[in-house]
């Protein structure tokens, strides 16, 4: 039997899950959102998706995502 408590803690998972995820294609969406080149969409979609838990790979990403 599933308890109210269960369902709760379960949805707390997965709006946190959502957040980080928003938060790690941030500087995706920024770059698409400035009509960057193709090389700095996939530099930042690359750099994003998978250094974006580090640190360092997301702030790259978030770099050339709004550099001019």
């Keep these: 039997m ?13 709006i946190g899950a959502m957040i980080l995820l928003a938060i790690i294609l941030t500087p995706v969406y ?8 193709k090389y700095d969409m996939m530099r930042t979609r690359m ?6 838990w580090s640190c360092i790979g997301w702030l790259f990403a978030l770099f050339i995502s709004a550099k001019k």
């Design 30 to 37: 920024i770059a698409s959102a400035n009509e960057k080149s």
């Design 2 to 14: 599933i308890s109210i408590n269960g369902i709760l803690i379960g949805v707390k998972y997965i």
């Design 47 to 52: 750099g994003s998706w998978m250094f974006g």
